[in-house]
């Protein structure tokens, strides 16, 4: 490898030398950063517009909550006053009543079809081209959110057809997160693989803040509930625009790449990653003991997601008593110290890797150790706070800010085992474990039906003892070699 970066670098020399518009091109507009902004960029709108009506519903529709959690007063902040909430001054027209559950429901869908349509979509990422695939998807999303407030107002909330609208939904960005990751690994090279992965999962994150925090924006500072929709939606349409014209799918492709950078990408990924379509060794990879591995702990990772991340709301909520605006603030505040965070981590990694400090398998295995047992044991702390508000608060946010380290070790391990076929690994990481979601989902209504402080201690404890016992699977027996599957079946023109 050494032998080959040095001819690479002689050839950099050389070329600038002759040419001062390659010297321009090479210093601000190389095209693996290009591809990679773009896909953090469609992550976000894919993040905002999956979620559109589940944060505008209480502006068009009266949303009735359940009472069960008031049914017991045995835990020991009832006594607690609710913090007062500003009134807002917009007055919105309620279109339909809807109960909470039913609401829940709705979104529910959304993440059913969308497991299920991951495994097409690594599939067709691929044997075949993913690009095109991503801007079907970005522009269907999009014109689905821009023609949902003409739905909503026709069918007057018709609560089968905004089913139909979530179920479609789902299945059209199903497809989106096995195709960015095939994109990467045609793009990332071995020695930038981390720090380039963390400005595509960073995307994640403030997609989530754009979603939360955004959308409510929009909407009060507009004083119509459809602007989110229309907005997010001709966003979406505008980057698809751009990724058609600007991105492709590797760099044997792309006319626009200078000669130096290919040469690069080519030696970086030599006997790694095959651009050619392939088929995909299906049978060894159901049989490959380290894809169950990674299986499992992916699963495991989305329950305690399920059990920290997504009870912080519920749980400021019903035990501290925080009002609906407090609540949609610090639901969003970890995600801004977790887009900084996994940026940084990215950019160490790559550093401490490849100058030989630390091994890429002891790196993954430090992360995930770090994003799997910070989380819950510091969710757990936290609610031996009791009714101390800013101590849980701060807490909660360093614990979910720790869940960076997850996913930067998680979501590179496909690329790390099989680049030429990391779309659809990731769908069967990410897919199998969004099913291991809805159990954990159902089994925190089992633990904790009342929502008392002792029950939610109960699921946070149950949290840490999964955290404990598939981290220590996995680090005992995770690899992060090239495995021999990864070598193409059959090559095609």
Not at 224 to 244: C, R
Not at 456 to 463: E, M, N, P, T
Not at 474 to 481: G, R
């Amino acid at each position: 490898m050494s032998e080959d970066m040095r001819e690479v670098r002689e050839s950099l020399e050389t070329t600038s030398a002759s040419s001062s518009e390659s010297i321009t091109r090479i210093a601000y507009l190389r095209q693996r950063y290009l591809v990679t902004f773009m896909i953090m960029f469609i992550t976000i709108n894919c993040y905002t517009n999956r979620a559109i009506i589940t944060e505008t519903i209480e502006f068009f529709a009266e949303v009735t909550r359940s009472r069960n959690s008031t049914k017991h007063k045995n835990h020991q902040c009832l006594e607690l006053q609710p913090l007062l909430e500003k009134k807002s001054s917009l007055n919105f027209t309620k279109i339909f009543k809807i109960d909470s559950e039913t609401s829940d429901s709705i979104q529910d869908l959304f993440y059913l079809s969308y497991t299920l349509t991951h495994f097409p979509g690594g599939i067709y990422a691929d044997s075949r081209n993913p690009k095109h695939l991503l801007s079907l998807v970005t522009v269907a999303c999009s014109f689905i959110n821009i023609l949902s407030p003409s739905i909503i107002k026709i069918t007057k909330g018709n609560h089968h057809v905004m089913r139909a609208v979530a179920i479609l939904l789902g299945t059209f960005q199903g497809a989106i997160f096995p195709s960015t990751l095939n994109m990467m690994a045609h793009w990332a090279p071995l020695r930038e693989r981390a720090s380039l992965m963390s400005l595509n999962l960073a995307g994640f994150f403030l997609g989530l803040v754009a979603s939360k925090s955004g959308t409510k924006l929009l909407v009060k500072s507009s004083g119509d509930w459809t602007t989110p929709f229309y907005v997010f939606g001709a966003i979406g349409v505008f980057l698809a625009l751009i990724w058609e014209l600007w991105v492709f799918q590797d760099p044997h492709h792309d006319p626009r790449i200078t000669p130096e950078e290919k040469e690069y990408l080519d030696v970086e990924m030599r006997g790694l990653v095959d651009h050619n379509p392939k088929r995909i060794p299906y049978f060894a990879m159901f049989t490959s003991f380290q894809v169950w591995i990674l299986i499992l702990v992916h699963a495991a990772n989305r329950g305690i997601w399920h059990f920290t991340g997504m009870m912080t709301p519920v749980y400021t909520k019903d035990i501290l008593k925080y009002g609906n605006d407090q609540i949609n603030l610090m639901s969003t505040l970890p995600y801004i110290p977790m887009t900084v965070l996994i940026i940084a981590l990215g950019y160490f990694s790559d550093w401490i890797t490849r100058n030989g400090y630390v091994s890429v398998l002891t790196m993954r295995k430090v992360f995930t150790s770090l994003g799997m047992m910070g989380p819950p044991i510091y969710m757990l702390t936290g609610s031996y706070g009791g009714c101390d508000r800013l101590g849980a608060v701060i807490i909660f946010v360093i614990g979910m800010t720790q869940f960076a380290f997850a996913y930067l070790a998680l979501y590179l391990i496909p690329m790390d085992l099989s680049p030429n076929y990391t779309g659809f690994l990731a769908s069967l990481t990410n897919g199998f474990g969004n099913f291991g979601g809805f159990f954990f989902k159902k089994f925190s209504m089992w633990v904790a039906p009342d929502k008392t402080i002792h029950q939610y201690r109960d699921l946070f404890w149950v949290s840490v003892l999964i955290a404990m016992i598939s981290n220590l699977v996995y680090v005992i027996f995770c690899n992060v070699k090239v495995q021999s599957w990864n070598r193409p079946l059959v090559k095609r023109k």
